[in-house]
Nanobody, 115 residues
Framework: QVQLVESGGGLVQPGGSLRLSCVVS????????IGWYRQAPGNQRELITD???????TYDTSVKGRFTISRDNAKMTVYLQMNSLKPEDAAVYYC?????????WGQGTQVTVSS
């Protein structure tokens, strides 16, 4: 039932910015906590930030101060504004429920940080 569609990734130089979008369909989105996960080659998928239905946000130390998560309940969309990007931010970015992801994962969106 749940569909997750990530978009907005691309190639950016170090220090640059990107905004990712995640459209969530087929679930009671309004009351769900949704997060962004990322997976770099050879690494496990890791949760880097999430946002509750109240708007409360949590950030991993690796992205705190640089990334901002937000949501638009009317559009059933979660956003990730990424600033001051570093090469170590390069990964495939996914969205999903927190703390218990749905079984379905979207295709993710690739973020490449390179000069």
């Amino acid at each position: 039932q749940v569909q997750l569609v990530e978009s907005g990734g691309g190639l950016v130089q170090p220090g640059g910015s990107l905004r990712l979008s995640c459209v969530v369909s087929g679930s009671d989105f309004r009351l769900q906590t949704i997060g962004w996960y990322r997976q770099a080659p050879g690494n496990q998928r890791e949760l880097i930030t999430d946002i509750m239905h109240t708007g409360h946000t949590t950030y991993d130390t690796s992205v705190k101060g640089r990334f901002t998560i937000s949501r638009d309940n009317a559009k059933m969309t979660v956003y990730l504004q990424m600033n001051s990007l570093k090469p170590e931010d390069a990964a495939v970015y996914y969205c999903n429920r927190v703390p218990f992801p749905w079984d379905f994962w979207g295709q993710g969106t690739q973020v490449t940080v390179s000069s």
